[in-house]
């Protein structure tokens, strides 16, 4: 296949549906080869929901394939080359194993795509420790396992003399960037995310890896049910929230050509791309010395007056 990922082998983890899938789909189309990774749980982590397939016995027929081996099967169909990987990405051992699928099945790793997560929604007040915990691992030790492994794959290979033209897209997401009430657990995991990946990207440079984030919004599993009336298909027309609108500026991300653009955050959705500017200084006031409580009160409350409005708190 030709197309702007031609030759490049590239690893999307969460691929069996939604989000992930749209990306290993569209990065097959442009030419990659793709490891598709799904654990194949359900819309809170929780196995067995749509856990792998099993072979027919007597005591009852086969299962269908996993979301992972579906959606190989959907890129070979095509005309692509893939392989899944089933592992838990959040553990080291099931990150270690994520890289070596891609070179042990195809001698390369060009791109990594860190997209898994699931939902454990309540208000903070509700939010268990193992809610908490649970969200946490899957997103952002999820991210920094396969980041980890992979980055110490290209440091190797730079080293050797073998410098790569090598990716990270990360998977932030609008709460990351502004809270969303009801998801205390799961916005703090995707700003964390967003630190992840503006440290990634200053500390791997030097080993030829690019390393951006993206906050989409798209209909998928997490979102349909949150935001249902907003993530309906529309009758006829244009679906912004086709989860296969965001694809496109992944995929540009992880190619080649998108050469010198790293540490950056964008904001996707439907047909609208945004570079997000993130925390930058407003309003100052220097006294020069050490103010007092009720002296900080009021110059807080001046620079406040002339600061700009901050953005909504989803679901405020």
């Known amino acids: 296949m030709s197309g702007i990922c031609a030759g490049r082998v590239v690893v999307v983890t969460g691929a069996g549906r939604g989000l992930g899938r749209a990306h ?40 269908p394939a996993s979301p992972a081996e579906a959606v190989v099967d959907e890129i070979r169909a095509a005309g692509g080359e893939a392989v899944a990987h089933g592992g838990d990405i959040a553990t080291a051992a099931g990150a270690e194993s994520l890289v070596a699928a891609a070179l042990d099945a195809y001698g390369r790793l060009d791109t990594l795509v860190n997209n898994a997560g699931f939902l454990r929604d309540r208000m903070l007040v509700n939010l268990a420790e193992d809610d908490w915990d649970a969200v946490m691992r899957v997103h952002l030790k999820g991210h920094f396992l396969p980041l980890r492994h992979a980055a110490a794959h290209w440091r190797a290979e730079a080293k050797a003399g073998r410098t790569p033209v090598a990716r990270i897209v990360n998977t932030s997401s609008g709460a990351g960037l502004l809270g969303s009430v009801g998801q205390g657990n799961y916005s703090a995991a995707k700003a964390g995310i967003i630190g992840l990946t503006l440290v990634a990207a200053a500390e791997l440079a030097r080993y030829g890896v690019q390393v951006n984030a993206i906050a989409p919004a798209a209909r998928t599993r997490m979102t349909e049910r949150a935001f249902a009336e907003t993530m309906a298909a529309p009758d006829t027309g244009f679906d912004a929230m086709a989860p296969g609108n965001v694809s496109p500026l992944v995929v540009w991300l992880g190619s080649a050509a998108s050469a010198g653009v790293t540490g950056r955050v964008f904001e996707t959705e439907g047909g609208r791309i945004t570079v997000m500017e993130g925390w930058r200084p407003g309003p100052t006031a220097d006294k020069g010395a050490r103010w007092t409580p009720a002296e900080a009160g009021e110059t807080a409350l001046k620079l406040l007056a002339g600061a700009g409005v901050p953005g909504a708190v989803y679901g405020a």
């Open 24 to 63: 290993a789909l569209a990065f097959a189309a442009e030419g990659a080869r793709v490891v598709v990774n799904d654990l194949g749980v359900g819309l809170d982590g929780a196995p067995g929901a749509d856990g792998p397939a099993s072979p027919a016995t007597p005591a009852g027929p086969a299962t």
